[in-house]
């Protein structure tokens, strides 16, 4: 039990802390830091015990026995779980930095917005962590209610409630198909497991009609839950009307949650295709299938952010071609692969983060959400700029930006696998963003405003913008420190 414990330390910390930040918000009344410091420090304490289980080596976590463990093998320990778990507090730790002084500017600074960001959290770790279908579904589940929750915060405003009831009203019918996925491959297999799924597939012991029915629901469900084409349409509305640092982290780690779903699932079913030759034919068709969403979500993604001019709209069928790039990954279902969703997954959440941070330090009532707002903007606000200029130059894929090599590392392990139409569009694709990422440079620092910009102090959010700006800047010049970990982590 104790080593069970220190195995999936992070899984106990976050759900324990998550509880607990509820009886404080409960106990303290109208004080706002006891709240506000112990999810931070609950945060902290998450991501050090995320780190300290990705140290312990792999040899002693295939020791472990599950046969009489309390979690009866329904959750994985170390390796990329523990990657992800760090991956996802650093992003809520990003988010709880700005959310304060945004939140008591924009509307009121209520206590239970940093409780539900550790209700999201916790769900993301119970993704990562989950090694059977089940628990994917309740991690997926506990963060998709809370960002509904959390997109209608704003409850003054029209479009913020507009955007948690439509993500309600979709999502809702998203969860329908997972469950219903769920329940078909369970028909097929008679079992939840991933590991036992992946058995009786390689043995030919399953019933290939409900199979193939179980893993086509749960492509849409999971299709939604990252905003790929054709389940996209609910991503740039809800983004646009949710209060912009929960944009931040839905689009980052909320992306991040759902492909690490996306990963875990693939690699149950994909790996054992040579066990017989309807599986093979089957399986392919759905590899075939996952490519297409990746190419079509690339381009609808950044053909229609080339028409916005609402920059978190922009930003949002941004977020939608990423995950094309991101389903890259899934396609090619390799290590190199795998490992590119690792690099592209980190880089992704400190420029998108970075991006819309900016957007909430500007951001005044409502306005300077128009591209147009941002014109001039590097004499009033140099270094906001500047900043601004290094995340979209990453999101474009210049190099040396975080952005170029996650990039390459995708495409290179999709052209490996045997999709070289693929990486013809996802390059396609690329091009094509680099009209509005470049744009939006270019109103900042070639031409001129009418008015004189009011000069903005992030405040706390100058500590996020910070840590996002070193990402980038560290990760695209040594892209080794985070490949070397996802070789190791798969």
């Known amino acids: 039990m104790i080593q069970e414990i220190q195995l999936s330390a992070p899984v106990y910390i976050i759900a324990i802390v998550t509880l607990i930040a509820l009886t404080i918000d409960f106990m303290t009344g109208k004080n706002k830091a006891a709240v506000y410091n112990f999810v931070l420090f609950g945060l902290v304490l998450t991501f050090s015990a995320a780190a300290y289980t990705l140290t312990i080596p792999t040899e002693t976590i295939a020791a472990f026995d599950v046969a009489d463990s309390i979690s009866k093998g329904m959750i994985n320990f170390g390796g990329y779980a523990a990657y992800f778990d760090m991956l996802f507090t650093l992003a809520g730790i990003l988010t709880i930095l700005a959310a304060k002084q945004y939140n008591a500017r924009e509307y009121k600074d209520y206590k239970e917005f940093y409780s539900l960001i550790l209700f999201a959290i916790c769900g993301m770790i119970f993704i990562s962590h989950a090694a059977n279908l089940l628990m994917i579904f309740i991690g997926i589940e506990v963060m998709t209610i809370t960002f509904y929750v959390l997109s209608g915060f704003f409850r003054n405003r029209e479009k913020s409630m507009e955007s948690a009831l439509k993500y309600f009203l979709l999502g809702s019918f998203a969860s329908g198909f997972l469950l219903y996925g769920i329940a078909m491959i369970y028909?097929?297999?008679?079992?939840?497991?991933?590991?036992?799924?992946?058995?009786?597939?390689?043995?030919?012991?399953?019933?290939?009609?409900?199979?193939s029915l179980g893993i086509g629901l749960l492509t849409v469900g999971l299709g939604f839950k990252v905003a790929a084409f054709p389940f996209h349409q609910w991503a740039p509305d809800v983004y646009e009307g949710a209060p912009t640092v929960v944009t931040a982290f839905m689009s980052t780690a909320g992306k991040a949650a759902g492909l690490i779903a996306f990963i875990v699932i693939a690699q149950a079913i994909i790996p054992v295709t040579k066990a017989n030759e309807i599986l093979t034919n089957n399986l392919d068709k759905f590899r075939d299938l996952i490519a297409f969403m990746s190419a079509a979500t690339m381009l609808i993604g950044n053909i229609?952010?080339?028409?916005?001019?609402?920059?978190?709209?922009?930003?949002?069928?941004?977020?939608?071609?990423?995950?094309?790039?991101?389903?890259?990954?899934?396609?090619?279902?390799t290590p190199d692969g795998r490992s590119g969703i690792v690099f592209y997954a980190t880089a992704y959440i400190f420029m998108q983060m970075g991006a819309f941070l900016i957007v909430s330090v500007m951001e005044r009532k409502n306005q300077y959400l128009e591209l147009d707002d941002y014109v001039g903007l590097r004499k009033s606000n140099p270094v906001i700029a500047a900043m601004m200029a290094l995340f979209m130059f990453s999101l474009a894929g210049i190099p040396p930006m975080a952005g170029f090599f996650g990039k390459y590392y995708l495409f290179m392990a999709t052209m490996d696998a045997g999709y070289l139409w693929l990486t013809i569009v996802a390059v396609i694709s690329s091009i094509i963003s680099m009209y509005f990422y470049i744009g939006l440079v270019l109103n900042m620092y070639f031409r001129k405003s009418e008015t004189e910009h009011e000069k903005v102090c992030p405040g706390m959010a100058g500590i996020a913008l910070a840590i996002s700006t070193f990402g980038v800047i560290l990760f695209g010049i040594y892209p080794s420190l985070i490949i070397d970990l996802a070789n190791k982590i798969f």
């Open 187 to 211: 028909g097929a297999t008679g079992t939840l497991y991933l590991n036992q799924i992946s058995e009786k597939m390689m043995m030919g012991d399953f019933h290939s009609l409900y199979l």
């Open 304 to 333: 229609s952010a080339l028409t916005q001019k609402n920059i978190k709209r922009m930003l949002a069928y941004s977020s939608v071609a990423h995950a094309g790039y991101l389903l890259m990954g899934i396609v090619a279902n």
